[in-house]
């Protein structure tokens, strides 16, 4: 185990949710509906999540799908909202025939509503199954998207999987701890790979996310998009909430470039603090914020 992992984890829950809180949108989704609409005012777009995963009772598993069809009747006139799920959180834990139908039926009412969905890629146990899925329904479903981790050497062949589907990708690095025979350990070959799986995704007639808060790679996956002629209806960049990004972010809005922020928020703080904990774990810039305003809260 990590010192930083070591040293997250020895923070108590009720600190990170007040010392972290900037990163999840509150614990209702009236709260997170105010905070899209705010961020909207700025330009942005958004990207709806609530949190939770590796749920392993149906009962935990219905009431998180009810939440998200609340959420999905709630955005109304907001075309500026998508959503975002993750298998873990819609069943996979309980049975894989029991998530793969709750995901098809909610995938179907986005379709219908014309919302855009997202089915996140989470643990690498669950990689081929998503793309297995996700590579069924988008023929169907065409508001449908995914998730491609560069930090994968498998990556490269998932883009070839989804050869002729004009798949809609948020290429990412990820976050989840994968064994190094799986994946990359440093971080600027990662994000190498991201600008490769850029180029990949945008030759191979995909709708490209860039989701990284690196502002050097989000001005090469920029100058990218630019040299092979992209159209800005087909590609967009991605960040978190949370992450003070504002002048890019603004940059890239006069731009003309979509900017979508994924907004998580949980109804139950347990699912923010444990999704808090993650983030700290990967980022060691979060670390130490939340760090520095513990101490200077009790100094």
Known sequence: MSIRKIVVNLIP??????????????DSLEKALAAADR??????????????????????????????????????????????IKPGH????VSPD??????EGFVAACQAAGRGLTIDMEDTDLTDWTLELYRELKPRYPILGTVLQARLYRTEKDVDSLAGLGAQIRNCIG????????????KRDMKENLLKMTRKLVAGGHYVAVATHDIEYIRKAR??????GVPKSRCEFQMLLGVPRDAIQ?????????????????????????????????????????LKNIFKRNG
């Open 13 to 26: 829950g009720p600190l990170i949710r007040v010392f972290a809180s900037p990163y999840v949108a509150g």
């Open 39 to 84: 961020l909207h005012a700025r330009g942005l777009d958004i990207t709806l999540d609530v949190l939770g995963e590796a749920e392993t009772t149906e009962a935990k598993v219905r009431s998180a799908v009810e939440v998200y069809y609340r959420a999905l009747a709630a955005l109304g006139d907001r075309p500026f909202c998508t959503l975002s």
């Open 90 to 93: 819609f069943g996979y834990y």
């Open 98 to 103: 029991f998530c793969k139908a709750n995901i």
């Open 175 to 186: 976050i989840y701890n994968v064994p190094a025979t799986l994946a990359m350990t440093r």
């Open 223 to 228: 100058a990218i998009l630019e040299e092979l």
């Open 250 to 290: 603004k940059e890239l809005v006069d731009a003309g470039y979509t900017v979508r922020v994924y907004l998580p928020f949980a109804e139950d703080w347990r699912d923010s603090i444990a999704y808090l904990r993650r983030r700290m774990i990967e980022s060691p810039s979060m670390v130490f914020l939340v």
